[in-house]
């Protein structure tokens, strides 16, 4: 239902990223630490896995994912 909402409001489209510029700016955010980057991870209905082991080829892949389809779930 919110997926068909979001859908008819006729959005722009994104512009155009560079992944590898986002990575880099999350490495420098000022949230990022020694250890890296901590991503919260939604595990089930009101469970979350803090962790930073996470590797950049993973969120590549989940961020051009999420680019190429904003509004797709899973």
Request: avoid cysteine; proline fraction near 8%; glycine fraction near 8%.
């Amino acid at each position: 239902r919110l997926v068909g909402l979001v859908g008819r409001l006729a959005l722009p489209a994104l512009p155009p990223l560079d992944d590898e510029a986002l990575l880099e700016a999350l490495e420098r955010d000022k949230k990022a630490t020694r250890e890296g980057v901590f991503w919260v991870l939604p595990m089930a209905p009101g469970e979350v896995e803090i962790t930073n082991a996470v590797s950049r080829r993973e969120v590549r892949s989940g961020l051009a994912r999420f680019l190429a389809d904003p509004l797709a779930l899973g």
